[in-house]
């Protein structure tokens, strides 16, 4: 993986959470997987929400493996895969923005199967379920990353650019669970901004799309590195 990729991956993860099918639901969840009201103890809350964040990110991940594994199966028509890829992307970035009309990007889908899943009492099974139903509402987000994984070249680097995602996604989620009536402050300001991060998300998801669909993607990785030596990071 290159550090574009990652930051890409990592930055998708911070983004989802900020949809409409997340970012109302955080408090609920985090009620739900600590069995108290959430922000009545940071610690109790941030470790309660492990399992949830274990069962989302595996379900992630496997996503990232499998779009590996088929990117791999099709290695001889890559050209063909990175432009139905970008394709993709490109017209659910518009849809992030509200141009295009994909109305099941605005709700969390099978709201049956999260019911089911917290009736149980997994927290794990409940993270499971919520990425499996969140899934339609990140899909733009999720569908770059997944287009990534796809040209990683293996299943490893595929399910670990998922793996990174799903720890940009897992981050706020422990940052609210540890302190709760900040956290719900900015998570206020932000959705009382979404349209910019709705607009600024999908411009970005736009680009990424025609990157890969004109096999440009290297573009951004030379980018992302001619940033990092100039902070002293890069090589």
Same mark, same amino acid.
């Given at each position: ?15 989802? =959470? %900020?949809?409409?099918?997340? /970012? #109302? ?6 009620? @739900?997987?600590? $069995?108290?009201?959430? &922000? *009545? ?52 970035? =518009? %849809?992030?923005?509200?141009? /295009? #009309? ?6 969390? @889908?099978?709201? $049956?199967?999260?019911? &089911? *899943? ?67 402050? @900015? ?49």
């Amino acid at each position: 993986m290159t550090g574009a990729e990652i930051s890409l991956a990592f930055a998708a993860g911070l983004v989802s =959470f %900020a949809t409409p099918c997340v /970012l #109302p639901l955080v408090p609920g969840y985090l009620s @739900a997987v600590s $069995g108290t009201a959430p &922000g *009545a103890s940071g610690r109790r809350v941030v470790a309660a929400s492990v399992p949830f964040i274990v069962g989302f990110t595996l379900v992630f991940v496997a996503l990232g493996a499998a779009a590996a594994a088929a990117g791999d199966l099709f290695d001889e028509n890559r050209r063909l895969l990175l432009q139905v890829a970008g394709l993709v992307v490109v017209v659910l970035g =518009f %849809a992030f923005m509200g141009l /295009l #009309p994909f109305p099941f990007l605005e709700r969390l @889908a099978a709201p $049956g199967l999260v019911d &089911g *899943a917290r009736r149980s009492g997994s927290s794990a099974l409940l993270g499971a379920a919520f990425a499996l139903c969140a899934a339609p509402c990140v899909g733009p987000v999720l569908a770059a990353i997944l287009a990534l994984a796809s040209d990683s070249g293996t299943v490893a680097e595929g399910s670990a650019l998922l793996l990174v995602y799903s720890l940009g996604l897992a981050l706020p989620f422990v940052l609210v669970g540890v302190g709760f009536a900040r956290a719900m402050r @900015a998570s206020r300001w932000l959705r009382d901004r979404y349209g910019v991060v709705r607009a600024v998300s999908g411009t970005l998801l736009v680009g990424i799309g025609l990157l890969l669909f004109f096999d440009r993607f290297w573009w951004l990785n030379v980018a992302v590195n001619r940033v990092l030596e100039a902070v002293g990071v890069g090589a």
